[in-house]
């Protein structure tokens, strides 16, 4: 019983962060993990942005 209140309490924590993401960050980033840095926008395939991130060790 106890284990289905905390399972419903984290599915409706999660729905919550989600339209939270889905109103603060737009139409564009649906699901909140965007391809795109949301300072700059540049393609970073969900990793971090190598503009905004200038002390990444794999430096092109
Ligand atoms: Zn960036």
């Given at each position: 019983?106890?284990?289905?209140?905390a399972?419903?309490?984290i599915?409706?924590?999660?729905?919550?962060?989600?339209?939270?993401?889905?109103t603060k960050?737009?139409?564009?980033?649906?699901?909140?993990f965007?391809s795109?840095?949301?300072?700059?926008?540049?393609v970073?395939?969900?990793?971090?942005?190598?503009?905004?991130?200038?002390n990444?060790k794999?430096?092109?």
């Open positions: 019983m106890l284990l289905w209140v399972g419903a309490a599915g409706i924590l999660v729905a919550f962060i989600l339209i939270f993401k889905y960050t737009g139409k564009n980033d649906v699901i909140g965007s795109k840095c949301p300072k700059c926008g540049q970073t395939n969900g990793l971090k942005c190598s503009k905004c991130e200038p990444l794999d430096w092109r």
